[in-house]
């Protein structure tokens, strides 16, 4: 069931793309911020109890849910399972922008890829060049495929129902909505947020690297991944990053001039310098990685029935 839930996400991804910052990211970070603004009195207790009532209150409720609709029919159980999934997913909500930036890239238009990468990732782009403009979307290519792909299968995979996908999602956006922004966010109320996502994200961290390092260059993929990781400000995206530079034999992370102001970044991976056909090359990376997958999904499947 679980690997038809996902083939079915996939199929609808490709009639109806979901506007997931509209549909699921605001809606959510909405909820987060009511949240906080009734509990966030600035010690750990209060954000414990907080990311209770954000996060697992709403993954009980779809469980119950779940439960209930699985013991009328197992149909009625699917489509719930397919339609979170759906949202919690987004397997196309960043495959556009990708592919409209590498399109601007093979034109030589600097200024289209510029804007479309700050409308993408939300930073500046100014005076960006068209290697950093390339490694900057292989980087966002490779986390965003973790956060909306593989970690949402694994932990879809792992726990009954939708229950685990809701669960990483929920966690990682509140995370992020609890963590980020000015400086006074930054407290002991956020910090049970941040823990549990980490331990959350740990396992799905290392199996996306380990799907990237078997469908590239294996080698060059555990180096990078065993030496470079410490060097990035979150560890675990680190991993991803570095596994996959290294399975592509790119060069990610350096130093990135925007304008007048340099962002100090550590190298990841090693090999040539990013540019367009790298981004195709990630493509190719990713879609071997979801291949891959699916495939284990389905002889987990085959060895349950057969067993």
Do not use: K
């Amino acid at each position: 069931m679980s690997l038809l839930s996902l083939i079915a996400v996939f199929l609808i991804e490709q009639l109806q793309p979901l506007d997931y910052r509209r549909v699921v990211a605001d809606p959510v970070g909405t909820w987060a911020d009511f949240i906080e603004s009734r509990f966030n009195a600035g010690e750990y207790r209060h954000g414990v109890l907080a990311w209770c009532l954000a996060v697992l209150l709403p993954v009980v409720l779809v469980a119950v849910a779940y439960g209930l609709l699985y013991s009328l029919n197992p149909l009625f159980g699917w489509v719930l399972n397919v339609g979170v999934l759906y949202l919690t997913m987004g397997f196309r909500q960043f495959s556009h922008h990708y592919t409209e930036i590498q399109l601007a890239l093979r034109l030589g238009d600097l200024e289209r890829a510029r804007h479309l990468l700050a409308e993408w990732q939300g930073i500046s782009t100014y005076g960006l060049g068209s290697e950093d403009i390339a490694r900057l979307s292989i980087e966002g290519a490779l986390a965003a495929s973790h956060r909306h792909v593989f970690a949402v299968v694994l932990w879809f995979v792992l726990l009954p129902g939708p229950c685990g996908a809701l669960l990483y999602r929920l966690s990682a956006i509140v995370r992020d909505r609890w963590n980020t922004g000015n400086a006074t966010r930054q407290t002991d109320f956020s910090s049970f947020s941040r823990l549990v996502f980490g331990m959350i994200d740990w396992l799905p961290s290392r199996t996306t690297a380990s799907a990237f390092a078997i469908v590239g260059d294996f080698e060059d993929a555990v180096y990078c991944w065993r030496t470079q990781p410490a060097q990035w400000p979150d560890r675990d995206l680190g991993i991803i990053l570095a596994a996959g530079a290294g399975a592509l034999g790119v060069q990610l992370g350096r130093p990135v001039v925007d304008g007048v102001e340099v962002s100090d970044r550590a190298e990841l991976g090693l090999g040539d310098p990013a540019d367009v056909d790298f981004m195709q090359s990630a493509v190719g990376l990713v879609w071997r990685a979801t291949v891959l997958w699916m495939l284990l999904l389905f002889l987990l499947g085959l060895a349950t029935l057969v067993g």
